[in-house]
């Protein structure tokens, strides 16, 4: 398991993508041939619904846990509250978890 | 690997709470329980663990714990509770945010963190526990019922939240059974509370396993949101 000082914004948006690529999408999401940091989660266009969402963040969550041994929650009320969402896009999702994790570990 | 059941309950260490726990270890499941101080209880398959329910890092952590020993969790039994008999003018603010931290709080975290780890296996239930003060508006018991209500409220809008999860929310309300918590509380009082029940005499541990039973079977999977009061109060 790598630790919390070798994550990089790239080892984060590989799991979040695997996290993606495993994630039981609802059979009437128009689901694109492959996923990438431009993929839409949420909002218009976006493959998930809010349900859906939750769901993704908290695999995300687990996954974070499992591979890089850190528990970080990413849907607090800072996340709640920016004008343009985290989860928006894949791309978003992974720099504010790396913003997160990187707050996390400067405790 | 273990193929018994797990559940986690809160306040384990007496009264209810402890009952439930060998109760359900008597049923094979596998319990974890939690309470502010060491509990007595050396069975096989019960594992304990000290802490404060509304503390956020501690109820995380002991979830996690679940999850390292057992991988799964099927139900959770939201027992721990806290209540203060006194008159509303003679109220504290601290016992105000005492009872709201432990009733209302601790319920919420137990709910969230335990739903986290149903999720994965796409079942689960989970038991709160209010109380006939609140639908009797006892005198005297203001907080403690408002924090029980506010535990009600979670309990039927997470009934609605956790269910795309397979998981159920109920309640069971008792009412007043000889505990510590009744203890505190004038003979007199209880019993003029156990005269406004429709069944006038005192609840007893097994009354509430019996809808816990009821909650969490396999085969409770259609009912969520509910709240049984006991003694036929509504």
Not at chain 2, 191 to 219: H, M, S, Y
């Given at each position: 398991?790598?630790?919390?000082?070798?994550?990089?914004?790239?080892?984060?948006?590989?799991?979040?993508?695997?996290?993606?690529?495993?994630?039981?999408?609802?059979?009437?999401?128009?689901?694109?041939?492959?996923?990438?940091?431009?993929?839409?989660?949420?909002?218009?266009?976006?493959?998930?619904?809010?349900?859906?969402?939750?769901?993704?963040?908290?695999?995300?969550?687990?996954?974070?846990?499992?591979?890089?041994?850190?528990?970080?929650?990413?849907?607090?009320?800072?996340?709640?509250?920016?004008?343009?969402?985290?989860?928006?896009?894949?791309?978003?999702?992974?720099?504010?978890?790396?913003?997160?994790a990187a707050e996390r570990?400067?405790? | 690997?273990?193929?018994?059941?797990?559940?986690?309950?809160?306040?384990?260490?007496?009264?209810?709470?402890?009952?439930?726990?060998?109760?359900?270890?008597?049923?094979?499941?596998?319990?974890?329980?939690?309470?502010?101080?060491?509990?007595?209880?050396?069975?096989?398959?019960?594992?304990?663990?000290?802490?404060?329910?509304?503390?956020?890092?501690?109820?995380?952590?002991?979830?996690?714990?679940?999850?390292?020993?057992?991988?799964?969790?099927?139900?959770?039994?939201?027992?721990?509770?806290?209540?203060?008999?006194?008159?509303?003018?003679?109220?504290?603010?601290?016992?105000?945010?005492?009872?709201?931290?432990?009733?209302?709080?601790?319920?919420?975290?137990?709910?969230?963190?335990?739903?986290?780890?149903?999720?994965?296996?796409?079942?689960?239930?989970?038991?709160?526990?209010?109380?006939?003060?609140?639908?009797?508006?006892?005198?005297?018991?203001?907080?403690?019922?408002?924090?029980k209500a506010a535990v009600?409220?979670?309990?039927?809008?997470?009934?609605?939240?956790?269910?795309?999860?397979?998981?159920?929310?109920?309640?069971?309300?008792p009412t007043p059974i000889?505990?510590?918590?009744?203890?505190?509380?004038?003979?007199?009082?209880?019993?003029?509370?156990?005269?406004?029940?429709?069944?006038?005499?005192?609840?007893?541990?097994?009354?509430?396993?019996?809808?816990?039973?009821?909650?969490?079977?396999?085969?409770?999977?259609?009912?969520?949101?509910?709240?049984?009061?006991?003694?036929?109060?509504?």
């Open positions: 398991m790598p630790s919390m000082q070798t994550i990089d914004r790239a080892a984060v948006a590989h799991l979040i993508l695997e996290t993606l690529q495993d994630f039981d999408l609802p059979e009437e999401s128009s689901v694109p041939a492959g996923f990438s940091e431009h993929t839409i989660l949420f909002g218009r266009d976006g493959l998930l619904d809010s349900i859906g969402l939750v769901s993704f963040i908290l695999d995300v969550e687990e996954n974070l846990r499992a591979r890089f041994g850190i528990s970080i929650t990413l849907a607090d009320e800072r996340a709640m509250s920016q004008n343009r969402s985290p989860f928006r896009s894949v791309s978003s999702l992974v720099d504010y978890a790396v913003q997160v570990r400067g405790r | 690997m273990h193929s018994s059941p797990v559940m986690v309950i809160s306040g384990a260490r007496k009264g209810i709470g402890r009952y439930l726990a060998e109760h359900y270890l008597s049923a094979g499941w596998r319990v974890f329980g939690c309470s502010r101080t060491e509990s007595d209880l050396h069975a096989e398959g019960y594992f304990h663990v000290c802490l404060d329910v509304s503390d956020e890092a501690a109820v995380c952590g002991l979830f996690a714990t679940v999850r390292e020993q057992a991988g799964r969790l099927d139900a959770v039994l939201n027992n721990a509770g806290i209540g203060s008999m006194n008159h509303a003018l003679l109220t504290p603010a601290s016992t105000v945010q005492s009872i709201l931290n432990t009733n209302v709080t601790g319920t919420f975290l137990f709910c969230r963190e335990g739903a986290k780890l149903m999720r994965l296996a796409g079942s689960g239930r989970i038991v709160n526990f209010v109380t006939v003060a609140t639908p009797l508006r006892v005198e005297g018991e203001a907080i403690y019922a408002a924090s009600l409220s979670l309990t039927q809008i997470l009934a609605y939240e956790l269910s795309g999860f397979g998981i159920t929310v109920n309640a069971v309300g000889e505990t510590d918590l009744t203890r505190a509380v004038p003979s007199p009082k209880l019993e003029a509370l156990i005269g406004r029940q429709a069944i006038k005499r005192w609840g007893q541990f097994e009354d509430v396993a019996n809808v816990t039973d009821f909650f969490i079977k396999p085969q409770s999977d259609f009912v969520t949101g509910q709240v049984i009061y006991l003694g036929g109060v509504s």
